[in-house]
């Protein structure tokens, strides 16, 4: 009998990790950012995400794929003369958290660590630019990041 269930549970440990981050699955994933301003959409809004794998560039609202990391995602806004918005996004785990933490003890941190992914739309709620911030006179020399 106790062959039979450390058969069966052989098997499904085999089914999820063949499911998930070991057998190809990518670490990127794409995300959707759209950015809200008194209750409304604002467009063309330049956002800088980032986590500790990397740095990506999208105008909201739009799509662009990121590097998955078990490390929140961090998103930064602006629309000069109109506001900015910072906010994170906390990874969640894929699979089934006892599953992940028998794959964890048995050595296969890789697999875990690959298998956390973002909310696949993300909503920042931003704050009205203050009168004067964002606005470049004639002689500025600066060139806006966002």
Known sequence: MKKVSLLALGACLAGCVGSGGINGDSPE????????????????????LANDIGRWFVVAPGRVTVTRSSKPLAVYCKRDGVGSADEWWGAHY????????????????????????????????MRPAKPGEGEHGVGDSATPIF
């Open 29 to 48: 994933q794409q995300v959707e950012v759209h950015a809200i301003l008194d209750h409304r959409e604002v467009t063309g809004v330049g956002c800088l």
């Open 94 to 125: 894929k699979a089934n958290r006892l599953v992940g933490n028998i794959l964890f003890t048995a050595g296969l941190r890789d697999y875990v660590e690959n298998n956390y992914a973002y909310a696949p739309t993300l909503t920042v709620f």
